[in-house]
């Protein structure tokens, strides 16, 4: 998965600092106006006023033009970072794929060749090894997003390099989702990314997502089993930048409730000692609205 560069982070600070300059000009040209309508006395020069109504109008008008395409380049950038690892969650999820075509028949000679043996329980072993395998591709192509299965298939490839049990259970394959592909990438992957965080030096971390529906709505629980939340904690862990972990953290979860509230839904948390639960809740399209492919 794609990692912010120093590069990117000082795209972002400078973009965040042209912001703020420009915010300042603003106020400098508000400081200007008040000079010039409520005590004009101060300046009895008419060419200096005429001066300074000019370059109030000049710098205003440039200073909202530039916060403007600031906010939108680092839309812009942070749209980027997600594509990015829509990109190589995809590659992932491919590449495991033509591997297991590609080690399919080299299985069967296998079996076959346990069975001419004589080796029934062998084969038999061997057979369940395969179909494990085989499992951990089924159970995230079931969804009708590929953008969705690629995100499972990545973080499931994350959790197994760190020795973290990931439990997938897709029941539904999410065809009248409210979200774009991207938006509901982009939710999971924050939340997935915190029940990491919360299993850190944990040996029997697990991780659990699973999909569910009704007649009305989706269900999406992101649930794993290290320490619980703290109770004075739940009321802020949604706003943006709220954070335990250091600073320049804490947007994962107010980025998540944003991109749910957008589409009518809901987002839960129920930590317990035992296990802390992430749910989102979305409410299903109608047949004629538009599908976010």
Do not use: C, W
Request: aromatic share 6%; net charge negative; hydrophobic share 45%.
């Amino acid at each position: 998965m794609r990692r912010l560069t120093s590069d990117s982070i000082n795209f972002r600070k400078l973009s965040l600092m042209a912001i703020l300059v420009n915010s300042a000009q603003i106020a400098s040209a508000l400081f200007i106006s008040g000079i010039l309508l409520f005590s004009p006395e101060l300046i009895n020069s008419v060419s200096m006023r005429v001066l300074l109504i000019s370059v109030l109008v000049v710098n205003a008008s440039g200073a909202i033009l530039d916060i403007r395409e600031a906010v939108r380049t680092r839309a812009l950038d942070e749209h980027n970072d997600m594509l990015e690892d829509s990109i190589d969650h995809l590659t992932l999820l491919n590449t495991e794929m033509r591997k297991q075509r590609h080690d399919f028949m080299n299985h069967l000679q296998v079996i076959y060749s346990l069975l001419e043996l004589n080796e029934p329980k062998e084969a038999i072993d061997y057979i369940e090894r395969v179909h494990t395998d085989l499992n951990k591709v089924s159970k995230i192509l079931k969804t009708s997003y590929p953008a969705v299965n690629a995100l499972i298939a990545a973080k499931s490839n994350d959790a197994e390099e760190a020795g973290i049990a990931f439990v997938v259970n897709v029941s539904t394959p999410l065809d009248r989702l409210p979200l774009t592909p991207y938006e509901i990438s982009r939710a999971l992957s924050n939340l997935i990314d915190n029940a990491f965080d919360a299993l850190v030096g944990q040996s029997d971390g697990l991780i659990r997502l699973s999909f569910e529906e009704n007649a009305s709505h989706y269900r999406m629980t992101v649930s794993n089993n290290g320490p619980a939340i703290d109770q004075d904690a739940l009321g802020r862990i949604f706003a943006a930048g709220y954070s335990t972990k250091g600073t320049e953290r804490g947007m994962g979860l107010s980025i998540v409730s944003e991109i749910v509230a957008s589409a009518g839904g809901q987002l839960f948390v129920d930590s317990q000692s035992a296990i802390t639960k992430f749910i989102i809740e979305l409410p299903k399209r109608t047949e004629n609205e538009p599908s976010g492919k």
